[in-house]
């Protein structure tokens, strides 16, 4: 398994316990929609992707990436991946999938 779908596991464990009442839902989105009456319904592990170069992760983030693994971004839910061989940087993020009621 690569990096980024183990913590996109890890987060989604996370979201389950919290669907099972063991925790406490923290992922500021997700809250939101608990909030206004939504169910969990299910897991997208690959919800959202962004691809770029490194020079534009750079711009994006403000960070610079000297070597080719995984980075810490803020506000992102995983790593980016970054591979220097390939002027790459990749980030694949996971999410669920809400139920709300119709009223």
């Not at 992922?27 to 939504?38: P, Q, S």
């Not at 962004?50 to 960070?63: C, K, M, N, Q």
Request: hydrophobic share 45%; charged share 20%.
């Amino acid at each position: 398994m690569c990096a980024w779908a183990a913590a996109a596991h890890r987060c989604l464990d996370d979201v389950a316990r919290a669907r099972a009442g063991s925790i406490r839902v923290d992922v500021g989105g997700l809250r939101t929609h608990v909030r206004a009456g939504a169910s969990f319904a299910v897991p997208a592990l690959a919800s959202q992707r962004v691809d770029g170069t490194i020079a534009e992760w750079e711009t994006w983030t403000g960070l610079t990436f000297p070597d080719s693994g995984d980075y810490v971004v803020e506000g992102a839910l995983i790593p980016v991946s970054i591979d220097r061989a390939a002027d790459r940087g990749t980030i694949v993020e996971p999410n669920y999938w809400m139920r709300h009621p119709i009223r």
